[in-house]
């Protein structure tokens, strides 16, 4: 069974800086697209970055271009997201995901991921 485990959230002031990492159980973990959502308070989780099996693509919402990046060590198990330039709009719950390879969806679709872990609160205050 495959479980990830998010890690790295946290209250931080506008401008600061959070990195989430997501531990992710299995033996496979290197034949899963992954990405990481978010949900604010009332909202739909959204997608902020996603990273090919390998690592040598990945994508990012516009909102957050320039500012996260994100990364894997298949050596590991982690999937990370480094956050700089945290805004107070970036408040919100974030989850990593995995998705398994032959998927029709876009890696900003949430149908696409096939795991989730349980969410880490991020909270950026003005």
């Known amino acids: 069974q495959v479980q990830l485990v998010e890690s790295g959230g946290g209250l931080v002031q506008a401008g600061g800086s959070l990195r989430l990492s997501c531990a992710v159980s299995g033996r496979t973990f290197s034949s899963y697209s992954m990405g990481w959502f978010r949900q604010a308070p009332g909202k739909e989780r959204d997608f902020v970055a996603g990273?090919?099996?390998?690592?040598?693509?990945?994508y990012y919402v516009d909102s957050v271009k320039g500012r996260f990046t994100i990364s894997r060590d298949n050596a590991k198990n982690t999937v990370s997201l480094q956050m700089n330039s945290l805004k107070p709009e970036d408040t919100a719950v974030y989850y990593c995901?995995?998705?398994?390879?032959?998927?029709?969806?876009?890696?900003?679709?949430?149908?696409?991921?096939?795991?989730w872990g349980q969410g880490t609160q991020v909270t950026v205050s003005s």
């Open positions: 990273i090919s099996r390998r690592g040598g693509n990945a």
């Open positions: 995901a995995g998705a398994e390879s032959g998927s029709s969806y876009t890696v900003a679709s949430p149908q696409r991921y096939k795991y």
